[in-house]
């Protein structure tokens, strides 16, 4: 009852001039539920799938690489459209990208051709960048002193996320014989072709014409020292949470664990990152951004501690689960943050400037995730993940 009385009154928090916020949230979950699932996927198969078709082991974990890429390179243009023809053509191009990735996955899986699926994974990038912006949509729908709560509601869908992905591998993974994953791929195209269907009835303004060009140089916005920190700690706490997730499926598998573990650890993780997003907002609201961002910091350093611990199954599902729940205090305290930077004509540029460090950041992590789990084990990959922390930290602790 709860959840039903929090969107009521995010509803009667919309401007006046503004009908749909109740159903634009609405469809905005939703479609955070059912695109989450893609990111699942590829998170749950890319590694152990790039290991299958490699042509060296060093490159297993790139097409997961190439997926943060794909959110970094397309994060600019999925704004310049947002900012040109509104948000919903962004959106519905994003769930293109989606299927796409599905049906491209699907074939490569078929055909045993790495560099394929490889650019699957980048189309699922894509569509990753435009489903990420679901948060700032709904900001757009209610009043200042409610975003945080909008935002950390809409993120919320992604508790739905984190069950379909991985019980959608878990009972396709061996449909297809003998392309493992093949139906998978093909199951993920469907899932964004619903979310397409989900997000067609979303309405919000388009984007007045002095929106376009009005509002301060992006060079001043960015150099505010609040800004700065907001983006220090969003790309800690994103690129911590890729730079382990990417490597943990790949670990647990050379730690002689089985798929379906890895499934099920990466279902934990995913509902940790998103569920606190019921209560997110309201903390925000009470504690302020910096407090929260900085305990989510302190659980990623944890749940690299627990990692360290031990290797067998508990371990790894306690280290995922804590790096879910780190990375969703961190993020969404993050963007909170930035959202106190720009005013209402600048939200655009802004926004999606924000993401494209954050995600650009991120893809390098990626990259090095990989080659430090192949190179020197899971225990070094932990240990790499306290400098950025000890980073992060100082920058908040300085701005306060």
């Given at each position: 009852m709860s959840d039903i009385a929090d969107n009521e009154s995010l509803a009667a928090a919309a401007p006046a001039h503004y009908d749909f916020a109740r159903s634009n949230i609405a469809r905005l979950t939703i479609a955070q539920a059912l695109a989450g699932a893609n990111s699942v996927v590829i998170f749950a198969t890319g590694a152990v799938t790039g290991d299958m078709l490699a042509p060296?082991?060093?490159?297993?974990?790139?097409?997961?690489?190439?997926?943060?890429?794909?959110?970094?390179?397309?994060?600019?243009?999925?704004?310049?459209?947002?900012?040109?023809?509104?948000?919903?053509?962004?959106?519905?191009?994003?769930?293109?990208?989606?299927?796409?990735?599905?049906?491209?996955?699907?074939?490569?899986?078929?055909?045993?051709?790495?560099?394929?699926?490889?650019?699957?994974?980048?189309?699922?990038?894509?569509?990753?960048?435009?489903?990420?912006?679901?948060?700032?949509?709904?900001?757009?729908?209610?009043?200042?002193?409610?975003?945080?709560?909008?935002?950390?509601?809409v993120m919320a869908g992604g508790v739905f996320a984190g069950v379909l992905g991985p019980q959608m591998v878990t009972h396709t993974m061996h449909l297809w014989q003998p392309y493992l994953f093949s139906a998978t791929f093909v199951g993920q195209a469907l899932v964004a072709a619903l979310s397409a269907l989900v997000l067609a009835g979303v309405r919000l303004p388009r984007p007045a014409v002095q929106a376009r060009t009005t509002g301060r140089p992006l060079r001043q916005i960015v150099s505010q020292r609040q800004f700065i920190t907001a983006v220090i700690c969003g790309v800690v706490s994103y690129l911590l949470m890729n730079f382990?997730?990417?490597?943990?499926?790949?670990?647990?598998?050379?730690?002689?664990?089985?798929?379906?573990?890895?499934?099920?650890?990466?279902?934990?993780?995913?509902?940790?990152?998103?569920?606190?997003?019921?209560?997110?907002?309201?903390l925000i609201s009470r504690f302020g951004a910096a407090r929260v961002v900085m305990a989510g910091l302190i659980l990623t350093g944890a749940s690299a501690i627990v990692g360290l611990l031990g290797v067998d199954v508990a371990h790894f599902w306690l280290t995922l689960i804590l790096l879910g729940i780190g990375w969703n205090f961190g993020f969404v305290g993050a963007s909170a943050m930035v959202l106190e930077c720009h005013r209402p004509e600048e939200k655009a540029r802004v926004q999606s400037f924000n993401d494209f460090v954050v995600f650009g950041t991120m893809a390098v992590g990626s990259f090095l995730s990989g080659g430090l789990l192949n190179s020197f084990g899971w225990d070094v990959v932990l240990w790499a993940s306290f400098a950025p922390l000890a980073l992060a930290l100082i920058a908040l602790r300085c701005d306060q």
């Open positions: 060296s082991p060093a490159l297993a974990t790139l097409p997961i690489s190439l997926f943060v890429v794909g959110m970094a390179a397309c994060t600019l243009p999925a704004g310049a459209i947002a900012q040109r023809s509104g948000r919903r053509a962004a959106f519905m191009i994003g769930a293109g990208c989606g299927v796409l990735a599905g049906l491209l996955a699907a074939i490569a899986v078929v055909i045993s051709s790495f560099w394929m699926f490889c650019l699957s994974t980048f189309f699922g990038g894509a569509y990753a960048a435009v489903v990420l912006s679901f948060r700032f949509a709904a900001a757009d729908c209610v009043r200042a002193e409610a975003r945080p709560r909008a935002l950390s509601f382990l997730m990417t490597a943990a499926p790949l670990a647990m598998k050379f730690c002689g664990l089985s798929q379906e573990s890895a499934n099920l650890g990466l279902q934990w993780h995913v509902i940790a990152m998103y569920a606190p997003s019921f209560f997110t907002g309201a």
